[in-house]
């Protein structure tokens, strides 16, 4: 809560920002001063000593009249330099800037500035031009809309089909940035039970890491960009992983192709598998009980018939149990087969990778150095051999049981992989020296889950790999198995191609050439950044007085647009009243704030919804005090730039009295609504912003680092909370 109005130049300052001006009077002066005591001197070295004498009586006689003349003329001077200043000077400065507003931001705005009649006729020629200039600008428009009008059923199409497709979709650019996505991958990474989970941010121009592990994306991508760039249209890669939310998904990766079959992005479709995992393992427990079940009974019924066989029965008795015997012989193995294709049909729910062995082996052995600090050593290497795996939770897997053998120990251990082959399985014989673990304690952590995966068994049974132990009691040496990539029937036979030169632009957002991590941001150009416009409400204008924040709003403005979809707004418990004062501003009441979040649960929510952006604000010196008043409380602390519209304003329009938001906005032809509350307010300010950005680049601010030093050099940049 804070009223920019209050901020308003003093004319003394108003006019140090016309320093040509008054340096030029000053100068003016100074040069006609120096000549009149140039002429005084000379008359006063030709007069007598008698007239000297003359004149010193008289000076004394009168020196308060000469005082009094010599303040005089001074003041009549200054009272000139003002009438001319403010009849022909300032209002030309208002002119040049009134009318870079017009063809610049705001076409419907027309100058209004007193002046002489000279000026008043400038003024009307410029506002006759303006008037032009606005029906050409209008027309523009219309033509404008008509061109969209034409692909607006296209572009409905597209999203009745993308809001239609039974998948999440999420397109992103190969740095990671999310370019499109549909409403069901939001509702997949949107955690209604639990507000402060990053998931809850989805949005254009966020990062896809955001939501799910790096190591997923990069081993996807890792996948196809080893295939040539020939092949790769037809390739795509398969994934399972947990996320944020507490769902499990399986994932499929499709690389975005250019016309020159280089990778510009990746499509990511996603479908929940939670529900269909814990189905899978209910019937594996179904059909393992049963199993055992049938192994009792027919046991049982094994040792019945030989009671019978040791009794006299007649040879039709006899051959009637001869027959139930082979019968139970034949059950066994028809369980056997049924079961196993049962479960074979239960774990296509994952569609495995033909990935390299070696690949898979050094990402492995790389992960275990890295993340857990074990080092393993890889003997007997495969050439040229691939596997069937999904590799990140395969991969999750090993590390997993490499962490649970650690683990038995006590301490970390040294391992050994050996690599060897026979027919379609490919082993892992992962050994280790002198520290064997109970084998009971391999076996339990295969009914442990993977950090968030189902359990070790499962995620093994899911890439029809299997763990052998050896050895019964103390062990120092499992085998893993999986599958050669030659097995038949595994790889998805799906195959998509797509063509960015084809693609619909859906959000009319070009990012797929973009590459963030060459870009330097203060040499990024304003509109290539991603801002947050935010803006805060509070119970009073004294931060370190105890006043405190009790709104947060927010919104995201992505590649020169604001994201009205991406947005962040709470109310937050202050823990005191809220003056009147305060309240006849905001409208906030203590009711509305009671029982919501403090401030450091909101902080740290905040500080995700603004990662990897650049502050905008209005007055953001005031909101940043707020911020970092917080720091120790919450030990959240935010590093990003921070433009303010206040200070550019006034950059831009320096002989303006007023840079209150409401009076930049007016000039703009910004709309005013919701004033004075946090979203609104944050709004407001990005309109703002992005009507300045065409004045800032014809004022040769261009980029982050020229806003930030222009924005340095004016007189609110002084002010101080």
Not at 422 to 433: A, M, P, R, V
Not at 703 to 709: C, G, M, Q, R, W
């Amino acid at each position: 809560m804070r009223d920019e109005g209050n901020l308003v130049l003093h004319p003394f300052k108003n006019m140090l920002q016309t320093n040509r001006f008054w340096k030029f009077s000053f100068i003016s002066a100074g040069v006609v001063l120096m000549l009149a005591t140039l002429i005084l001197f000379y008359i006063w070295s030709e007069l007598t000593a008698d007239q000297h004498h003359v004149l010193s009586e008289i000076a004394r006689d009168h020196i308060y009249e000469g005082l009094g003349l010599c303040f005089l003329l001074s003041g009549s001077f200054w009272v000139l330099s003002d009438i001319v200043y403010t009849v022909y000077i300032k209002p030309v400065k208002k002119i040049s800037a009134e009318a870079q507003v017009i063809y610049e931001s705001n076409p419907s705005h027309r100058i209004a500035i007193k002046g002489n009649k000279d000026i008043a006729d400038l003024i009307r020629v410029i506002n006759d031009f303006a008037d032009l200039f606005e029906s050409l600008d209008k027309r523009i428009t219309q033509q404008i809309l008509a061109a969209r009008t034409r692909i607006q059923k296209e572009r409905n199409l597209l999203a009745a089909v993308m809001s239609e497709i039974p998948h999440g979709i999420i397109i992103c650019n190969t740095s990671g940035q999310i370019l499109l996505f549909n409403s069901l991958a939001k509702q997949l990474f949107t955690h209604s039970d639990d507000p402060q989970n990053t998931h809850g941010f989805i949005g254009l121009g966020r990062s896809i890491y955001h939501l799910l592990d790096k190591g997923v994306i990069r081993q996807a991508l890792d996948e196809i960009n080893t295939h040539p760039a020939g092949e790769r249209r037809h390739t795509e890669s398969h994934f399972i992983t947990a996320i944020g939310t507490g769902r499990l998904i399986r994932g499929q990766a499709m690389p975005v192709l250019d016309k020159e079959k280089t990778m510009t992005g990746v499509i990511l479709s996603f479908q929940e598998v939670s529900d269909s995992i814990k189905t899978v393992e209910a019937i594996e427990t179904c059909l393992s009980d049963f199993g055992r079940e049938l192994s009792c009974r027919s046991q049982k019924a094994g040792m019945a018939l030989k009671k019978l066989e040791t009794l006299s029965l007649s040879q039709g008795l006899e051959d009637d149990i001869n027959t139930v015997t082979k019968a139970l012989e034949g059950l066994g193995e028809d369980y056997a087969r049924t079961s196993a294709r049962l479960t074979e049909l239960s774990l296509s729910v994952l569609a495995l990778n033909s990935i390299d062995l070696n690949r898979f082996l050094g990402m492995v052995q790389k992960e275990a150095g890295i993340l857990y600090d074990i080092r393993i050593n890889i003997f007997n290497p495969l050439k040229d051999a691939r596997i069937l795996a999904d590799p990140y939770s395969l991969s999750r897997a090993c590390l997993f049981m490499i962490r649970a053998i650690c683990s038995a120990a006590g301490k970390p251990i040294e391992f050994s992989l050996s690599v060897s082959r026979q027919d379609q399985l490919i082993g892992f014989d992962i050994s280790w020296e002198k520290e064997p673990v109970a084998a009971s304690a391999v076996m339990a952590a295969t009914e442990q889950k993977i950090d968030g995966l189902p359990r070790f068994g499962h995620v093994l049974k899911l890439n029809r790999a299997r763990l052998h132990p050896i050895g019964h009691t103390a062990i120092n040496r499992i085998t893993i198995t999986v599958q050669a990539s030659d097995q038949p029937g595994i790889l998805a036979k799906q195959k998509i191609r797509v063509l960015a030169g084809a693609r619909p632009e859906f959000y009319n957002f070009n990012l797929f050439q973009v590459n963030h991590h060459t870009e330097n941001l203060l040499d990024t150009p304003l509109k290539s950044i991603v801002f947050t416009a935010f803006d805060t409400e509070t119970t009073g204008l004294c931060p370190e007085g105890g006043d405190e924040i009790i709104s947060i709003g927010a919104v995201r403005i992505v590649n020169n647009r604001i994201n009205y979809q991406d947005t962040f707004e709470e109310l937050v418990d202050p823990r005191r009243e809220i003056p009147m004062e305060a309240y006849k501003i905001h409208g906030i009441s203590h009711e509305m704030v009671t029982g919501r979040d403090t401030i450091d649960k909101v902080l740290p929510r905040f500080k995700r919804f603004s990662s990897e952006t650049v502050f905008l604000g209005h007055n953001i010196a005031f909101d940043l005090k707020m911020l970092k008043l917080k720091e120790n409380l919450t030990g959240i602390k935010f590093t990003n730039p921070a433009l303010d519209t206040l200070l550019l304003s006034s950059v831009l329009h320096p002989v303006h009295d007023r840079h209150d938001l409401a009076s930049i906005a007016n000039r703009l032809g910004v709309k005013v609504i919701g004033r004075h509350s946090a979203l609104g307010d944050a709004l407001i300010t990005a309109e703002i912003f992005l009507k300045l950005i065409p004045i800032l680049n014809s004022n040769g601010i261009l980029t982050l680092n020229h806003a930030l030093k222009a924005s340095k050099k004016t007189y609110y940049a002084r002010l101080k909370y």
